[in-house]
């Protein structure tokens, strides 16, 4: 079993996805990983030495970064006299970043600060900084500071309690209210 499966199973006893990033961070897996960086996953990529990771990043799960690719297996097994190699390449992410659930991260990426990158995203070209991106493959759909505009104005009576991952019934009285008013503003309660 080579280092990165030991690291791997090493991940799945730390339950804290923070605590997860310390160990990899004092690990020295990433070519980088700023301060204040969340790793939901318990997969380490294959080559992680060429992933760099700013500062206060955070992904959500099932986040996969793919720093090569093996066609040239199928390209080698053509026997056209040609010997094709292994095609890899880094990724480095800016500060102020958030990853989408799901979202993959391919290599030759640079992604800049204060990024929101939308769950499902694939993300395949240089994502600018102050920028929200999404779709297959990622393009821009948005601007950070709108975001955070927007995010701003998001202040429910009753939040979710993440840390201990519930929402009370209050909460999710909340939640389903605003969820059918804003479909129907006709039935809102005044």
């Not at 759909?141 to 701003?152: E, W």
């Amino acid at each position: 079993m080579n280092k990165r499966h030991m690291l791997t199973l090493r991940l799945y006893t730390i339950p804290s996805p923070m605590k997860r990033a310390d160990y990899l961070r004092k690990k020295g897996v990433f070519h980088h990983m700023g301060k204040r960086v969340m790793i939901t996953s318990r997969k380490i990529p294959l080559y992680a030495n060429l992933i760099s990771i700013g500062n206060n990043v955070w992904m959500a799960s099932g986040v996969s970064f793919v720093t090569h690719d093996v066609t040239h297996f199928m390209l080698n097994g053509m026997q056209d006299g040609n010997r094709y190699q292994e095609k890899i390449g880094c990724i480095d992410i800016g500060d102020n970043v958030f990853i989408g659930a799901d979202a993959k991260i391919l290599y030759d990426v640079k992604i800049g600060d204060n990024v929101i990158i939308a769950a499902g995203a694939v993300v395949t070209k240089d994502v600018p900084s102050n920028s929200v991106v999404g779709g297959v493959p990622a393009r821009v759909i948005g601007s950070f500071g709108d975001f955070v505009r927007k995010r701003r104005e998001y202040s429910p009576e009753h939040p979710a309690n993440n840390a201990m991952q519930v929402v009370s019934p209050e909460c999710e009285a909340e939640a389903w209210e605003k969820f059918y008013n804003k479909r129907n503003p006709d039935n809102q309660k005044g």
